[in-house]
């Protein structure tokens, strides 16, 4: 009998496999791309299987939709090296394709819905920019900081309860 850790794990680096050897492509690539730009207006804005605003899902695509092309630009360009683009897409696959479901269901159950897909936090609000008009680094609270060891918690505990492996760090210059 096959073990099914053995059989997630071949899984998983044939995915990564595929999907490297793709995105090295450049012709092959765009047409992916193409096709999964349209798969995604399909999934976000025309079928809506959460029955959400329509404008809500038109944005739910387009912030997609950048963030793909984002990717494919800096693929085509060359700043992302081999090794960043294979530890993305392990991680991607991983993580976020393979391994959300198993963490996002108990959340599911408990409150009906999904968890957050991604976090955006502000350790301090630190800055040196003094941009016109930002709550960082401005007025008398400015010195106020998250303390390490409850900023290591939330990103533990959103990573191990909820699945999620994207934050966001703001605040201009927050480390």
Not at 16 to 40: F, M, N, P, S, T
Not at 41 to 53: H, T
Not at 107 to 136: Q, V, W
Request: a positive charge; aromatic letters at 8%; glycine letters at 6%.
């Amino acid at each position: 009998m096959l073990d099914v850790f053995k059989i997630d794990n071949l899984w998983k680096s044939t995915s990564v496999e595929i999907l490297d050897a793709v995105l090295k492509q450049d012709l092959l690539r765009k047409w992916v791309l193409q096709k999964g730009v349209k798969q995604l207006y399909k999934n976000f804005v025309v079928d809506n299987p959460d029955d959400r605003p329509e404008k809500v899902q038109e944005l739910r695509y387009l912030v997609m939709k950048n963030l793909l092309m984002t990717v494919d630009k800096a693929l085509s360009d060359g700043r992302i090296s081999p090794q960043v683009r294979r530890a993305i897409i392990k991680n991607f696959v991983g993580n976020v394709i393979i391994g959300e479901n198993d963490r996002q269901r108990p959340f599911r159950e408990r409150y009906g819905f999904d968890p957050p897909s991604f976090l955006t936090i502000s350790p301090t609000k630190h800055c040196n920019l003094n941009c016109t008009g930002c709550y960082a680094g401005s007025g008398a609270k400015a010195r106020e900081k998250l303390d390490y060891n409850v900023l290591k918690w939330i990103m533990e505990e959103k990573r191990r309860d909820w699945g999620s492996h994207l934050t966001i760090i703001s605040g201009g210059e927050p480390l």
